[in-house]
C-alpha cells in the first residue's frame, strides 16, 4: 500500500515557477514509476512527466520548462515547473504504479494568472 501527499501548488503569475513535491507513505526506492498527471476543468486528466529506470519523459507542451525528479532518501517525487504559462492551471496528481497496482495524491491546485 502507497500513500501519496502533493503539495507546493498555488497561484503565480506567467512566466513564474512553482516546485510540486509527492511524499509517500513508504519507502519508493523499489518503485519503478512515479509520474505527475493534469487535470484541468471539463478535460481529461493528462500525463505531464513521467520518471522509472529507463529515464525520464515529459508531455510535448511542457518540455524545456518542467523538470520531474525524485529523492529515494526522502520518499519524495518533485516537479519542478519554470516559465509556467495560463494554460498550464489545473489540478495536478501524484501517480506511482506499484505491484500490479495504481496509486494516486488527492491533487494540488496550481492556477497561472496575473
Known amino acids: 500500500q502507497v500513500q501519496l501527499v502533493e503539495s507546493g501548488g498555488g497561484l503565480v503569475q506567467p512566466g513564474g515557477s512553482l516546485r510540486l513535491s509527492c511524499a509517500a507513505s513508504?519507502?519508493?526506492?523499489?518503485?519503478?514509476?512515479m509520474a505527475w498527471y493534469r487535470q484541468a476543468p471539463g478535460k481529461e486528466r493528462e500525463l505531464v512527466a513521467q520518471?522509472?529506470?529507463?529515464?525520464?519523459a515529459y508531455a510535448d507542451s511542457v518540455k524545456g520548462r518542467f523538470t520531474i525528479s525524485r529523492d529515494n532518501a526522502k520518499n519524495t517525487l518533485y516537479l519542478q515547473m519554470n516559465s509556467l504559462k495560463p494554460e498550464d492551471t489545473s489540478v495536478y496528481y501524484c501517480?506511482?504504479?506499484?505491484?500490479?497496482?495504481?496509486?494516486w495524491g488527492q491533487g494540488t491546485q496550481v492556477t497561472v494568472s496575473s
Open positions: 520518471i522509472t529506470t529507463d529515464g525520464r
Open positions: 513508504g519507502s519508493i526506492f523499489r518503485i519503478n514509476v
Open positions: 501517480y506511482v504504479f506499484y505491484l500490479g497496482r495504481n496509486y
